[in-house]
């Protein structure tokens, strides 16, 4: 099989660094996956993109290096089954909070005797060859979010279910759980704790913690302990560089930049 960054930068104890897509389009996905992330996760939750943009999406992510990802809509195991017969190597699955449902997940994920995934020779047995079937238990990450006080207090439940590689931490949702308003929310105590209680689980638990967050606190990210951390996606860096654009060709300062995810 392809080499998996994101992995890689796990087994070495480094972040791996990903970009994010919402827009449905395989050349601009060919674009950020021309850049050095070692993973970048298609976004088929939240972002403009259907099934039908999925598949050519992830062949323009392999064109270059970076591990491919899918955020599927829900815990569902027939859109989890398609992104990875498609060929993502990790899937994200938003708003487990409970043990039941990071089971389900990995279900869904695996094939027996670890899971329930269905085999057939869809695109990535053609792509990957032979030793796909052999590796693929132990190669797809399954990636639960959490994000809701309820998914924190259930933290260690969801933690001890075997086959989660890590969990992914929706700061948005997570703030508007709390009573707080969306975005990251790094200063306020219920915030703060909340991400100190994720992160001291994953390490207890020897599972991998990731984020969505924004460049600018990416390297504060690092040291916190997590090793998963989305830092831009496609349309926050579009909108970023035509901000700046705009204002250099008016013969002003560059654009203030946002710190909005979105």
């Known amino acids: 099989m392809r080499s998996n960054p994101m992995r890689e930068r796990w087994a070495s104890d480094e972040p791996a660094i990903g970009g994010w897509l919402g827009i449905p389009s ?41 591990t491919p990802l899918v955020r599927v809509p829900w815990n569902e195991p027939g859109i989890i089954g398609k992104s990875l017969d498609a060929g993502a190597r990790g899937i994200v699955i938003p708003m487990v909070n409970t043990a ?13 005797p670890d899971g329930s995934r269905s085999y057939a020779g869809t695109r990535v047995v053609r792509q990957e060859g032979s030793d796909y079937f052999a590796n693929a238990n132990t190669d797809v990450a399954v990636i639960p979010m959490v994000e809701t006080v309820e998914a924190v207090a259930n933290l260690d439940d969801i933690l001890s279910v075997a086959g989660v590689d890590a969990v992914y931490v929706g700061p948005s949702d997570l703030s508007v759980s709390l009573g707080l308003k969306p975005g990251n929310n790094d200063g306020e105590p219920s915030f703060d704790a909340a991400v100190a209680t994720i992160l001291d689980g994953c390490a207890r638990h020897d599972v991998i913690a990731g984020c969505h967050t924004v460049s600018e606190l990416c390297q504060r990210r690092a040291g ?34 946002s710190a909005s995810m979105y």
Do not use: K
């Open 224 to 257: 916190q302990g997590f090793r998963m951390i989305t830092v831009t996606s496609d349309t926050v860096a579009l909108t970023r560089a035509l901000d700046d654009e705009l204002c250099r060709a008016r013969g002003e300062q560059p654009a203030v930049r």
């Open 100 to 112: 039941a449902e990071a089971e389900a997940a990995v279900q869904a994920c695996r094939y027996a």
């Open 26 to 66: 395989a050349s601009s996905a060919e674009m950020v996956a021309r850049r050095d992330f070692d993973y970048v996760c298609v976004d088929l939750q939240h972002g403009l993109v259907d099934y039908s943009d999925l598949w050519p999406m992830l062949q323009a992510i392999n064109i270059g290096t970076a």
